[in-house]
């Protein structure tokens, strides 16, 4: 008998070891939902646009819309964050907003708290669907795409399955941000690559956001490419707690120089 017992204990525990392995990870759609009344009503300043992708329906699309703006910016957050996240995107959101441009920040999927980059990568089709959705909205002929952290993982993602010679240029703040002994999914060819970039980090950021920044720096130095640039924000971490003032003012100063 107890070694039936202990048999039986055994293929329940190797089951629900398997089961753990092989389940599939989707994004959380009750976090989203929290996420969502948590921010819902803190929104005065633009409309909430309900889209859908090949893969989901209902996700928001935060937009201030300017017709007679010149360019239209899309800004991606990042891990499991929200459009209106304080430090870096709504700094940001709301510079653009002052400034006239048309602006729209896009909730990327989310998982529950405290999941990994790697179980995040396994997201990445959700977050590729996504952003070809807000872009066929949007409809820009001149359209430039900044991503934050994991939103920049997330860009980096659908950039290597789309022509973004179709961009007007794209910023990455953070990118590279993966978790201990974790590796990027992704990474660009920029010697392909001919719109103009902006890379931005951190004087204290995350080592491997400083490693991507050196990878990024060599390789515009092989383009010699006038307007791509990589800059170190003096101070700061990779979440901009006290540097936002500084980091809109230099996203907006490259913008100028375009």
Same mark, same amino acid.
């Given at each position: ?216 720096? !060599? ?19 990779? !979440? ?19």
């Amino acid at each position: 008998m107890n070694l039936y017992l202990k048999l039986s204990c055994s293929l329940i525990l190797v089951f629900f070891i398997l089961t753990d392995i092989y389940a599939e990870i989707i994004p959380s759609k009750i976090r989203e939902e929290n996420i969502n009344s948590q921010i819902i009503e803190y929104i005065f300043d633009a409309d909430i646009i309900k889209i859908s992708s090949d893969l989901e329906n209902n996700f928001n699309l935060i937009a201030n819309e300017n017709s007679e703006s010149k360019y239209s910016i899309l800004l991606l957050h990042g891990r499991g964050l929200y459009p209106t996240e304080p430090n870096v995107i709504d700094p940001l959101r709301i510079s653009f907003v002052e400034e006239g441009i048309d602006t729209y920040s896009l909730q990327l999927p989310v998982l529950d708290k405290g999941k990994s980059y790697d179980e995040y990568k396994q997201i990445f089709e959700y977050s590729d669907a996504r952003i070809t959705s807000a872009i066929k909205l949007i409809q820009s002929n001149k359209l430039i795409i900044i991503a934050h952290s994991c939103g920049a993982h997330m860009f980096i993602s659908w950039a290597k399955k789309n022509n973004i010679k179709n961009l007007s240029g794209f910023i990455l703040i953070g990118a590279g941000a993966v978790d201990k002994n974790q590796k990027m999914a992704d990474e660009l060819d920029y010697d392909g690559i001919s719109i103009p970039i902006l890379n931005i980090y951190g004087e204290y950021d995350h080592g491997s956001v400083k490693d991507y920044a050196s990878i990024f720096n !060599n390789a515009i130095k092989d383009k010699n490419d006038y307007f791509s640039k990589n800059i170190e924000i003096q101070g700061s971490d990779h !979440n901009y707690l006290n540097e936002s003032n500084l980091l809109v003012d230099i996203v907006n100063s490259w913008l100028k120089s375009l």
